[in-house]
């Protein structure tokens, strides 16, 4: 069943459809620091993540902090996450730091998974992981993965794609022990592209 | 050396992204790792990094940088020692 | 009901060999594929070593007879190729037949030829070298070298990759999705990962020594490894020789740093542990490991501390294949899959070179010597940044 869903698009932050934060910032960078500081999160390695870490950890923060993830353990707790410019963002940061000296903070975030890795540690999650890139948010492939990971299992699942002011998040839970919508494509076609369509920020 | 440790305190704070913090907020001897600002290894490798691109110095062995990275006061003096010598 | 997944076959190129059974002869003659960089164009050659594969790419188009393309795509397309070939698989068209490959550098080999006169001047560079630049791409171009059209997917979980595209093609298999998996991954040495990983001071000016006292950091490598995985259905109909299965596999999350792993490897114990219950096996029915063992200070106390853990005293015979390969990032996975297959059809075992002393506090020995011995089980690890860890345990069928 999908308990709950988190959209960050157009500097908005969507929980459950309902906008829990707005800001008019110039930059991405700007919005997720507003965003970070309006949300009262205290975390001090936000600071230190590139963009798509910060998205992803922002949505997940929404999520696993509304829903009652702490009946899971941690190993019971999977994560399935896709996009389409993988780490490209970061990439081009590192590229263009390598002029000089290659930086070790921004290599570490050239891989797209690493937005998985920094959700793992905040919230303890030590289950499965998977990361996918395509081009577009294909429906049906969460529907089939996610239907694979162990019936048992809390499972945080969704797009997050980061790439200079494109900012287009879309993660959910999936769990079989709530009650929720049922965990089919159709749904999570229409939880995607409901109320803010698939604009690009 | 008041001097050089006020600039390090900044160069810190940019080249390691802690934003939440301001210079003043640093002790100069206040533990950068662990248990003071909670630092980590990719840490020490950026300040490494600082230490080449800001100083001209470099540090070739990573395994000396728990002893040099212990706090702004213990850079600061690494970076006069190395200089005097250069 | 869950039926039985059987790897029909495997295929390999990187350093020591390109192919399969050229990678045999050089672990029997203890042969280790680790140099200095002659085809990178960086200020690292005769610095770093590095695991290179010894073809250039205008060879590795002739012999998968595909135009030039990039690097990694290439590797890809000749280790998958070779997999298929060996599976004596006449038809995949008549199955629904999947590719799964994992990749983390993609076309980037090319898109840093392009960026040398780009950067200079904006209206120069060849476009050409940058159209394969994203990860999927690589992937793309070998599904259509091996007309692969039903299911095609990328993953890229770091250095843990492509053991998931085959715990993803087996699931699939599994749970009645699709008949046939060509699954592994490829990765080219490009100077992106090589200064990266300099950056993170974890490369070995020497050649690495994993799992040693004296290990000092990881030399990088490239390469391609892909298995051919079939369903129960698809063995008998084809009456394919196939006496490996996938067993067990589990994917965990180490929840503690971007790259470091746990001092107490808490994810890859749990990765082995869960892998072994899923195989339904006890640790000691593990004949072999295939160790991630980059050579990292890290990672080989990280995981030495785990599998001790997990296997108590009685240790299976170890080793790190990546002492004769290098560390091949997204191909690592694959091709050891591919050498854990080798290991159980060809009864044998693999040595670690440049052993010399055990770790303290830790003390396990590897395997130091080519060995014919009986192996039924082999588990394979691999742990990628981002704390993601993979086991995976092929067994004789």
């Known amino acids: 069943m999908i308990t709950h869903h988190c959209r960050i698009v157009n500097k908005t932050i969507i929980v459950d459809g309902v906008v829990l934060f707005h800001s008019d910032a110039a930059s991405l960078d700007d919005f997720l620091l507003d965003a970070y500081k309006a949300l009262k999160i205290d975390y001090p390695k936000f600071y230190k993540m590139d963009n798509l870490s910060k998205a992803g950890f922002l949505a997940a923060e929404m999520l696993l902090k509304k829903s009652p993830a702490l009946k899971y353990a941690g190993e019971k707790i999977s994560l399935v996450l896709a996009n389409a410019h993988a780490s490209l963002d970061t990439d081009m940061k590192y590229a263009q730091a390598s002029q000089s000296v290659p930086s070790p903070a921004l290599f570490v975030y050239t891989l797209a998974n690493i937005v998985a890795g920094e959700i793992c540690i905040r919230h303890k999650i030590k289950g499965e992981n998977a990361f996918f890139v395509s081009e577009t948010f294909d429906a049906a492939l969460f529907e089939s993965y996610v239907s694979m990971i162990p019936a048992d299992h809390l499972c945080l699942a969704g797009w997050v794609d980061v790439m200079g002011k494109h900012h287009d998040v879309f993660l959910y839970l999936q769990d079989n022990a709530s009650p929720g919508k049922p965990h089919r494509a159709s749904t999570l076609n229409e939880l995607y592209k409901k109320e803010y369509g698939t604009v690009n920020g | ?86 | 009901m869950k039926g039985k997944v059987y790897v029909a076959g495997a295929g390999a190129i990187c350093a020591i060999g390109n192919s399969l059974p050229e990678t045999l002869r050089a672990f029997q003659n203890k042969t280790s594929g680790i140099g200095h960089i002659t085809s990178l164009d960086t200020v690292h050659k005769g610095v770093l070593p590095v695991g290179e594969v010894k073809l250039s790419n205008k060879d590795l188009a002739l012999i998968t007879k595909h135009k030039s393309v990039t690097r990694t795509a290439l590797l890809g397309i000749h280790a998958a190729q070779e997999a298929l070939n060996s599976s004596g698989l006449k038809d995949i068209s008549r199955y629904r037949t999947g590719l799964i490959s994992a990749t983390t550098v993609g076309g980037m080999d090319l898109t840093e030829n392009f960026f040398v006169d780009f950067s200079k001047d904006n209206s120069k560079g060849d476009l050409n070298d940058v159209v394969n630049h994203e990860c999927g791409r690589s992937t793309e171009l070998i599904a259509d070298a091996l007309n692969i059209r039903h299911y095609v997917s990328t993953i890229n979980t770091a250095c843990s990759s492509s053991v998931n595209s085959i715990i993803f093609g087996t699931k699939l298999i599994q749970h009645g999705m699709l008949d046939v998996v060509v699954a592994g991954g490829t990765d080219a040495l490009t100077k992106f990962t090589l200064n990266g990983f300099n950056s993170l001071m974890i490369l070995d000016k020497e050649p690495c020594r994993p799992f040693d006292a004296t290990r000092n950091g990881l030399n990088l490598g490239e390469g391609a490894g892909f298995v051919v995985l079939v369903s129960q259905k698809v063995l008998e109909e084809q009456k394919l020789n196939a006496s490996v299965i996938v067993s067990g596999f589990a994917n965990t999350n180490d929840a503690f740093h971007q790259t470091a792993s746990s001092p107490e490897g808490r994810g890859s114990f749990n990765a082995m542990k869960l892998a072994l219950e899923v195989a339904n096996l006890q640790p000691a029915d593990i004949d072999y490991i295939n160790l991630h063992g980059t050579g990292t200070v890290n990672n080989d106390q990280s995981e030495g501390t785990a599998v001790k853990r997990m296997f108590g005293d009685t240790l299976p015979k170890l080793s790190s294949t990546k002492s004769f390969t290098g560390h091949t990032l997204g191909a690592c996975g694959g091709l050891e899959a591919a050498f854990s297959v080798m290991a159980i059809e060809k009864q044998c075992v693999f040595p670690n070179l440049r052993f010399t002393q055990a770790m303290p506090d830790i003390g396990i020995v590897p395997q130091t010597e080519f060995q014919s011995t009986k192996v039924n089980n082999v588990m394979s690890n691999s742990f990628g940044f981002g704390g993601n860890c993979s086991s995976i345990i092929f067994s004789k069928a």
């Open chain 2, 1 to 86: 050396m008041e001097q050089l440790m006020a600039n390090l305190k900044r160069q810190i704070i940019e080249a390691l992204n802690l934003k939440h913090l301001k210079p003043e907020d640093i002790g100069d001897d206040q533990p950068l790792f662990v248990e003071g600002l909670g630092l980590d290894s990719i840490d020490a490798l950026e300040l490494i990094v600082l230490l080449q691109q800001q100083y001209g110095i470099k540090m070739a062995n990573p395994q000396d940088g728990p002893k040099v990275f212990k706090s702004v006061k213990t850079i600061a003096e690494f970076i006069q020692a190395n200089k005097a010598a250069a």
